[in-house]
């Protein structure tokens, strides 16, 4: 893990002999070489700090299912090596000179978004994850405002961002549990308030995973009747106890009669091949299904929109994230409410293990990842 110490140290060494801006931060993780390699210890270089920059020494990296696309090049192709992660949390090790949000010593969290243009209508209000130009993402994302480099995640013992980008973790928090907030909980906290999602209301939750846990816990905490779809028994007893009111196993077709029509507002989280008519046809009219899953490319739901069309006004959309200040605020909320993921602390050594898990099912419910362990 690398100190504040001797971060000053290689400073001032490479301010003697490098230019006023500062030198490049070393910085180790993990990193796939190839997209059906494993994972191997990798060291690089970050950006120098500039005056609206923190550096962060990462304490804890969660494991979304978008690292696992990501690295698979579900989506697309990217460049190896690869080195994941968009679910930080940690401890601000040095500030530049015109930072003024966070000091030497505090928690700091970092989620999908590390920078954008900050000019156009959507960073302008706030919606950063739509900038015109691209936001900038934590890893794999060409950074624009640093030479086109190519961002490298989480899995790693520090970061450097701009303040304005970073997310202020309260120091009562349970700094174990907070990464997986910066990306699960704000992709499924945005739409359940995009969506307007009040107390009483009859709402649903299909895949409950990483993101789905999060969904369920945020809804009943409106005091909105839950209902969880999954694909096994398996998490049936953890879904009630979270305070969802009945849960659906979308593989037992009698658990789905007498359900048409039924929910104001459906989130979809579901990473794999589905029908999503499903959903659309158990909502009420004008009822909402959101859909923030992302499932590879080649395996990507279709709609057909002749049956869209028979399916009367009940609305689908799609949901990204969220932008930078709904994020602060998921945040704030959800520490000052103790509404956490639950999660399994695991060592760098046992991220190829834990992908897998995460592919079968076997996970309840975020794998985090302690940057100590990091070699
Ligand atoms: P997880 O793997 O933790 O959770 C997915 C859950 O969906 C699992 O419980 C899985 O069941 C369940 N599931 C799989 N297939 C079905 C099905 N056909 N019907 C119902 N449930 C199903 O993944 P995450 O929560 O981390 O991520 C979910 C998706 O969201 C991913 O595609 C990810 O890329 C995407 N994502 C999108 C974001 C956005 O901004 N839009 C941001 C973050 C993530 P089982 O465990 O039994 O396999
Ligand atoms: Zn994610």
């Given at each position: 893990m690398i100190s504040t110490a001797s971060i000053n140290q290689l400073n001032a060494q490479s301010m003697s002999n490098t230019n006023q801006s500062g030198s490049r931060i070393p910085a180790k993780g993990m990193a796939l070489f190839a997209k059906d390699g494993n994972f191997q210890p990798y060291e690089f270089t970050r950006h120098a700090v500039g005056d609206n920059d923190i550096l962060i020494e990462i304490l804890y990296a969660g494991i979304c299912h978008s690292d696992i696309h990501m690295g698979r090049g579900d989506w697309n192709e990217i460049a190896y090596p690869f080195v994941p992660g968009h679910e930080i949390a940690g401890r601000v090790v040095q500030a530049g000179k015109n930072v003024t949000k966070f000091k030497v010593g505090d928690y700091a969290g970092i989620g999908?978004?590390?920078?954008?243009?900050?000019?156009c209508g959507y960073c302008k209000a706030d919606?950063?994850?739509?900038?015109e130009k691209g936001m900038v993402g934590?890893?794999?994302?060409?950074d624009y405002h640093h030479h086109d480099e190519i961002t490298q995640g989480g899995y790693a013992n520090n970061y450097v961002i701009s303040e304005d980008y970073a997310i202020k973790i309260p120091q009562n928090a349970d700094i174990q549990k907070i990464a997986p907030l910066l990306c699960a909980g704000i992709t499924t906290w945005s739409p359940i308030h995009f969506s307007n999602v009040k107390k009483g209301e009859s709402v649903a939750v299909a895949g409950f995973g990483g993101l789905g846990h999060m969904a369920v816990q945020y809804m009943v905490a409106l005091g909105a009747s839950v209902t969880v779809f999954d694909i096994?028994?398996?998490?049936k007893a953890d879904a009630i106890r979270l305070g969802a009111v009945r849960y659906v196993?979308?593989?037992?077709?009698?658990?789905?009669?007498?359900?048409?029509?039924?929910?104001s507002f459906i989130v979809s989280t579901i990473p794999d091949k589905y029908d999503p008519m499903l959903y659309v046809r158990m909502l009420k009219e004008n009822g909402e299904l959101a859909i923030v899953g992302m499932p590879s490319l080649a395996n990507t739901p279709v709609i057909p929109t002749t049956f869209l069309a028979f399916a009367a006004r009940r609305k689908v959309y799609g949901s990204m994230i969220g932008g930078i200040k709904e994020t602060q605020e998921m945040l704030d909320y959800s520490v000052a409410r103790g509404i956490y993921p639950e999660v399994k602390i695991i060592s760098a050594d046992q991220i190829d293990e834990a992908y897998r898990n995460v592919i079968d099912g076997k996970v309840k419910f975020r794998y985090v990842i302690d940057a100590k362990t990091l070699k």
């Open positions: 999908c978004i590390v920078n954008s243009c900050g000019q919606e950063e994850q739509f900038c934590t890893y794999a994302s060409v096994t028994d398996d998490k196993n979308v593989n037992s077709p009698n658990e789905l009669e007498g359900l048409k029509d039924q929910f």
